[in-house]
């Protein structure tokens, strides 16, 4: 059963305070200029947000995602996120330690970009799949302490269980895409499942379905629950 590092969200942040969701950042200028650097792929805007994805969860996590040296230790990893957390560009740091990535390792998974009548404040987020390598760090990780509070492995089905149980606290379109990541048994499956579904971007809509109103997703696109009550969905 594939597990997913996901972190917890400080009570205090605007957006999904306290939530569990998975890493991940906005776009920043210097990651659209690595990718026009890079003039590798003919969506730049793309590129940039695979970039960024690598270098927010180096500096959430601490893991370094794409490396094409292989496996990064503890100490250059640690290295990497305190120069990123300073303000050094990720090109600049890749190249003062010799490493390259291979942003292409990342398999888009989802595009959600709820509406204004959805969610009070609009993401256009991009979701891909990592699948780490055989000796790829993946203990001794930690939070970065402001933005993310704690850091774990679970199963798609675990998150599940523990916000049906209210023990923890997850968002609209994490539940959504935990439900569609726990009907993969393995890493192959999950990779399979997320090549045989092209990216088509969600905006969610609100309608009402038996006399309550609802959040709704398209269908078609992998997710085996396409509607929430909007009185128990959690959208920020």
């Keep these: 059963m594939p597990h997913f590092l996901m972190q917890e969200r400080a009570a205090g942040m605007s957006f999904a305070g306290g939530a569990m969701v998975f890493p991940g950042g906005a776009v920043d200028e210097a990651d659209g200029a690595y990718a026009r650097a890079l003039a590798v792929a003919d969506d730049i805007d793309e590129m940039a947000a695979r970039i960024a994805a690598v270098r927010e969860t180096i500096e959430e996590c601490g893991l370094v995602l794409t490396a094409r040296t292989g496996a990064v230790d503890a100490t250059t990893s640690a290295a990497l996120r305190a120069a990123l957390r300073s303000g050094t560009m990720l090109a600049e740091v890749a190249d003062a330690h010799g490493i390259s990535f291979d942003f292409m390792r990342l398999i888009p998974f989802a595009r959600w970009c709820p509406s204004a009548q959805a969610l009070h404040k609009r993401f256009d ?96 696109l992998g997710y085996p629950v396409t509607s929430e009550p909007l009185s128990t969905a959690m959208r920020e």
């Design 125 to 220: 987020t991009r979701f891909f799949v990592a699948a780490l390598e055989e000796g790829e760090q993946v203990d001794d990780l930690l939070p970065d302490g402001s933005e993310s509070v704690r850091l774990a492995w679970h199963s798609a089905h675990e998150v599940l269980e523990e916000a049906n149980a209210e023990r923890v606290k997850i968002i609209f379109p994490t539940r959504r895409n935990l439900e569609r990541l726990a009907q993969c048994r393995s890493i192959e499956e999950l990779v399979e499942h997320a090549l045989r579904h092209p990216v088509s971007l969600i905006s969610p809509w609100i309608e009402r379905r038996g006399g309550e109103p609802h959040l709704c997703i398209p269908e078609g």
